[in-house]
């Protein structure tokens, strides 16, 4: 059984991803020379390729003879995909950059994206704001801190290829392991700090000086950046609130409305208030965020809260 030609061998690839993908019990060496007829050798050789383009791609327990091979964690439909943010930032980028060649690029690079995001057009029109971001008809208008070009390179590289950092925060050279960042008035970089331990830490990214890229590698664990924001109500992490907030008729149908937390749950009541539960923790940023709704919202539970928010207001009085 001859090899194929040379020039067939990425397409073969792709469609051995889909193919071995739309097995629940992955496939064997058997099937896959069979498939593509070719060689055991061959065979082997393609799985081999495939496992070095996707970690994922492992040996699947069954209950036969035969070795299966799968992907574990994810099918090939959600391999790659794009977010509105992700997109909107690229956006953001190449509206910002003062070269040419660099604006042309981004603005290719965007089309493709979007190209690719076809699919996922649902999503992107549930979140206007980001949608109407990427396609150049709104703006986010805030005070934010400049971040050159440059430091966002060196932390996409880092925490695409898990690569330590070295660089100056607050006085002090560090050697950080990023893991993500938090978009939001300000950008947060979630990191761990090779001084400290295990511990994940949040690090204001504009007070980083001289970042560097390192050749040393770490290891990310099982560490998930939503998972890990979905544990705080902004980017300060402490113990986990059980957070119940109730809105005044005037502002329920608003609240009703409003993505406050992913753990979220609300229900509206007989008086036409309306009630919203989540879990999280950052005491301080929920109190700034209740305060932002005024006379209208209030904390039901809990008591920790309930008071520690009467004591914000107390201090805040004391300067008129």
Same mark, same amino acid.
């Given at each position: 059984?001859?090899?194929?030609?040379?020039?067939?061998?990425?397409?073969?690839?792709?469609?051995?991803?889909?193919?071995?993908?739309?097995?629940?019990?992955?496939?064997?060496?058997?099937?896959?020379?069979?498939?593509?007829?070719?060689?055991?050798?061959?065979?082997?050789? &393609?799985?081999?390729?495939?496992?070095?383009?996707?970690?994922?791609?492992?040996?699947?327990?069954?209950?036969?003879?035969?070795?299966?091979?799968?992907?574990? *964690?994810?099918?090939?439909? *959600?391999?790659?995909?794009?977010?509105?943010?992700?997109?909107?930032?690229?956006?953001?980028?190449?509206?910002?950059?003062?070269?040419?060649? &660099?604006?042309?690029?981004?603005?290719?690079?965007?089309?493709? +994206?979007?190209?690719?995001?076809?699919?996922?057009?649902?999503?992107?029109?549930? *979140?206007?704001?980001?949608? &109407?971001?990427?396609?150049?008809?709104?703006?986010?208008?805030?005070?934010?801190?400049?971040?050159?070009?440059?430091?966002?390179?060196?932390?996409?590289?880092?925490?695409?290829?898990?690569?330590?950092?070295?660089?100056?925060?607050?006085?002090?050279?560090?050697?950080?392991?990023?893991?993500?960042?938090?978009?939001?008035?300000?950008?947060?970089?979630?990191?761990?700090?090779?001084?400290?331990?295990?511990?994940?830490?949040?690090?204001?990214?504009?007070?980083?000086?001289?970042?560097?890229?390192?050749?040393?590698?770490?290891?990310?664990?099982?560490?998930?950046?939503?998972?890990?924001?979905?544990?705080?109500?902004?980017?300060?992490?402490?113990?986990?609130?059980?957070?119940? +907030? +109730?809105?005044?008729?005037?502002?329920?149908?608003?609240?009703?409305?409003?993505?406050?937390?992913?753990?979220?749950?609300?229900?509206?009541?007989?008086?036409?208030?309306?009630?919203?539960?989540?879990?999280?923790?950052?005491?301080?940023?929920?109190?700034?965020?209740?305060?932002?709704?005024?006379?209208?919202?209030?904390?039901?539970?809990?008591?920790? +809260?309930?008071?520690?928010?009467?004591?914000?207001?107390?201090?805040?009085?004391? *300067?008129?």
């Amino acid at each position: 059984m001859g090899d194929k030609p040379r020039y067939s061998r990425i397409s073969d690839i792709l469609d051995l991803a889909i193919f071995m993908s739309s097995k629940i019990q992955g496939v064997t060496i058997s099937e896959i020379a069979q498939r593509y007829n070719v060689s055991r050798r061959t065979a082997e050789r &393609m799985r081999d390729s495939l496992t070095c383009i996707f970690p994922s791609v492992d040996e699947i327990e069954t209950d036969d003879a035969q070795k299966h091979w799968g992907f574990i *964690n994810y099918s090939i439909s *959600n391999l790659i995909s794009f977010t509105p943010k992700e997109i909107a930032n690229i956006e953001q980028l190449q509206r910002r950059t003062t070269n040419k060649e &660099m604006k042309e690029e981004l603005g290719k690079t965007v089309e493709k +994206l979007k190209s690719l995001n076809k699919k996922h057009s649902l999503p992107l029109e549930n *979140n206007i704001e980001l949608y &109407m971001q990427t396609e150049g008809y709104a703006v986010r208008q805030m005070p934010q801190y400049k971040i050159s070009l440059e430091t966002l390179d060196v932390i996409r590289e880092a925490v695409q290829h898990s690569k330590i950092v070295t660089g100056i925060y607050h006085n002090k050279e560090r050697l950080i392991e990023p893991l993500g960042m938090i978009y939001g008035e300000k950008i947060y970089l979630v990191a761990r700090e090779k001084a400290k331990g295990d511990g994940i830490y949040n690090y204001l990214l504009h007070k980083f000086e001289q970042l560097k890229l390192t050749d040393q590698s770490f290891d990310k664990g099982d560490f998930d950046l939503q998972a890990y924001t979905n544990l705080s109500f902004g980017v300060f992490h402490g113990d986990i609130l059980n957070v119940k +907030l +109730l809105f005044s008729p005037e502002l329920a149908e608003e609240a009703s409305k409003f993505n406050f937390h992913p753990t979220q749950s609300g229900k509206w009541n007989d008086d036409g208030t309306y009630t919203v539960n989540f879990k999280a923790s950052g005491s301080r940023e929920i109190i700034w965020h209740v305060f932002r709704w005024g006379a209208g919202c209030k904390i039901l539970s809990p008591l920790s +809260l309930k008071k520690e928010y009467k004591q914000y207001l107390l201090e805040n009085l004391k *300067n008129y």
